[in-house]
């Protein structure tokens, strides 16, 4: 285990502040005990600026080098927001904060930069800039773009962006990555059938929407099996439907909401483009009214080549090169690091979290064990991009 010496010296109090962001789980932005935990350990630890409230509640540490010969600025990304899913750990360090849980590792990401960030402002064995990012709100609430909207990339110009999640079931020790698209867009479908509602028993003075939403529902599920090339990946999921509120009255409105993925920026045009034409066109065909409001929520999270083949050769240096694969298959699940991505080149490397329950499930836990080997990734990664001449 390549992971170095000062890690060790700082796990027990890693380990334990892990614990104490997974007992205060906060949403989207609203984290502003986890961002001044975040913010008062930077400040400890002595980096050079603590910059607090970027996209609403982000915090963004910068840390300079020992020489800046390079003038390079390096970014580093963490999020730090939970779900709001009630645990089933057990563990004595679940969530005390009822329906609101650490579902998805951001506690790890946190502490893991936050380890990272501690030595990079004790040794400055680099030359140039480091800015680490901690970002709220990436469940959902697209935290990352509210941060590039606050001026991230503009007050502080990276040259590279970096970001690394965890992978429950994925050994500890072990690294995955890729270039190309990793993760899918996020897309939010909200359809509403206007038609003509009644009594049940008199249906022909009514413009019934049931049937409407049927043929509609089926339409669309022809969308990615008859015109999207097979070897696209792409999913259009129908989840909710809401209408009437009694057992004898025909509604007047149906209201449908799904989502929809892709790997391909034009794949995601072409569905919302069908969906535009089919919803209005079907509900016409009935005589009612149907209409789409198509939500675009997060890009396709696409890893630059040259950045991926860089966040590789850090995490083959600290767990060697069998343990790192370049092959990791892409998934539809979203991520709003592709905000950062769509700015300055940049990739995002997959870390082992052992045995585990997945991602957004009751039973999920972040394995204090992938500590050590997260903050050694991150200050290795600094030392190959930003080293002294």
């Known amino acids: ?197 009644g009594h049940a028993a008199r249906p022909d003075e009514t413009i019934d929407t049931f049937p409407i939403a049927a043929a509609l529902i089926q339409a669309i599920q022809t969308i990615t099996s008859r015109s999207i090339d097979p070897m696209d990946n792409a999913v259009v999921s129908l989840c909710t439907i809401h209408a009437g509120n009694a057992f004898n009255v025909i509604p007047q409105t149906i209201e449908i909401t799904g989502t929809v993925r892709t790997l391909r920026e034009e794949v995601r045009g072409h569905i919302e483009a069908q969906l535009g034409a089919m919803v209005p066109q079907i509900a016409a065909g009935y005589g009612a009214t149907g209409t789409l409001n198509y939500i675009r929520m997060y890009p396709v999270t696409v890893n630059h080549h040259h950045e991926t083949m860089l966040a590789a050769a850090a995490a083959q240096e600290v767990a060697g090169e069998a343990q790192v694969s370049l092959d990791m298959p892409p998934v539809l699940g979203g991520e709003d690091f592709s905000f950062m991505l769509n700015e300055v080149p940049g990739a995002m490397i997959n870390i082992g979290n052992g045995t585990s329950a997945g991602l957004h499930h009751p039973e999920y836990d972040f394995n204090d064990d992938v500590i050590a080997w997260g903050c050694s990734y991150w200050t290795t990664l600094v030392r190959q991009r930003l080293p002294v001449r």
């Not at 935290?143 to 690394?164: H, Q, S």
């Open 1 to 197: 285990m390549a992971v170095e010496n000062w890690v060790a010296k700082q796990i027990e109090f890693l380990t334990a502040f892990r614990r104490d962001l997974h007992q205060n789980p906060e949403l989207l932005y609203d984290v502003t005990r986890t961002a001044a935990s975040v913010a008062e350990v930077l400040r400890t630890a002595g980096v050079d600026e603590v910059v607090e409230g970027i996209g609403r509640t982000g915090v963004v540490g910068v840390i300079r080098g020992q020489t800046n010969t390079s003038g390079r600025i390096i970014g580093l990304r963490a999020d730090m927001d939970a779900l709001p899913i009630i645990e089933a750990t057990g563990k004595p360090w679940a969530s005390k904060i009822d329906g609101k849980m650490h579902a998805c590792g951001h506690d790890g990401h946190t502490t893991m930069l936050l380890g990272a960030a501690r030595q990079l402002a004790e040794s400055r064995a680099f030359d140039g800039t480091v800015i680490v990012i901690f970002q709220p709100a990436e469940e959902g609430g697209a935290g990352a773009k509210a941060m590039i909207d606050d001026g991230l990339f503009t007050r502080w110009p990276c040259n590279e962006v970096y970001g690394m999640h965890n992978r429950p079931n994925l050994p500890v020790g072990q690294f995955t990555i890729a270039p190309g698209p990793i993760m899918g867009s996020v897309d939010e479908v909200r359809i509403t059938i206007e038609g003509r509602g």
